[in-house]
């Protein structure tokens, strides 16, 4: 039998040894993957706070780092996970950085694609294997991908939210949060919406097919 320490695994839902410095970390390096649906080529982690003063004794860099490889918690690959990147040929780099006001176990994770599309995403550890996703691409929202998350970028124009939230009806999708963010009157906005049961493909692509809908993809960390 394998000889495991304190610091492999703790709990039977994480591997590290602190909920918010691995497990929540891991979680919001999979929100991120799952934001940029995979095809990573390069990753960038600005660490702030208390990240970025403990996150090589606390293992955080590994954990963000499997999160970005699409892995859970629990997964024990997460202690292998700057090997198995390299086998990938992903690009990684950790840096300190201050973010202002916000938690302090926060990261901004930097994604460039092999596309060459590039995504910011700031999310925080907010103690016990949870997290809250606070910013995308410079725009400040709020979720906690506990919940099938439904993220839809569109026009800020009539219509657009009383059409997607029909939709939802019409498959008999409840909602159990949604909030709306937007850059400036008229620009490009953000629906996040929150739901209690699973969204399909064919959901997301009658929501794409809404006029001034940019897109529509849907987050979960499971």
Same mark, same amino acid.
């Given at each position: ?25 891991c %979680?919001?390096g ?9 095809d990573? =080529?390069k ?9 970025? =003063?403990t996150?090589r004794? $606390? ?9 970005? @490889? ?8 997460i202690k ?5 990147? %390299?086998?990938?040929e ?6 300190e ?5 916000? $938690?302090?176990?926060?990261v ?11 995504m910011?995403? #700031?999310?925080?550890s907010?103690? +016990?294997g949870? #997290? %809250?996703? #606070? ?14 998350? @439904?993220?839809?970028? $569109?026009?800020?124009m009539? +219509? ?8 939802l009806s ?7 949060f ?6 400036? %009157? ?6 996040? #919406?929150?739901?209690d ?23 979960t960390?499971?």
């Open positions: 039998m394998k000889d495991y320490s304190i610091f492999d695994i703790v709990g039977p839902n994480m591997i590290g040894p602190s909920s918010s410095h691995t497990a929540g970390a %979680k919001l999979k929100v991120a993957y799952k934001l940029a649906k995979g990573i =080529k990753v960038v982690f600005m660490l702030h706070g208390s990240f970025a =003063k996150y004794g $606390h293992g955080t860099d590994k954990a963000l780092l499997g999160g970005i @490889l699409g892995f859970d918690a629990d997964d024990e690959r292998y996970s700057f090997e198995l990147a %390299k086998k990938e992903l690009l990684f780099q950790f840096e950085a201050d973010l202002g006001d916000v $938690h302090p176990n926060t901004k994770i930097l994604i460039e694609k092999n596309d060459g599309v590039k910011a995403i #700031i999310g925080s907010i103690g +016990g949870n #997290i %809250k996703i #606070i910013e995308i691409d410079g725009v400040e929202l709020e979720f906690t991908g506990e919940y099938p998350t @439904l993220i839809v970028p $569109h026009r800020d009539p +219509g657009v939210i009383a059409k997607t939230t029909a939709i019409q498959y008999e999708i409840n909602i159990a949604m909030r709306v963010y937007r850059y400036n %009157k008229g620009n490009n906005a953000f629906m996040i #919406i929150e739901t049961s699973p969204i399909c493909t064919d959901v997301i692509g009658h929501i794409k097919s809404v006029d001034n809908v940019i897109n529509a993809y849907l987050v960390i499971n």
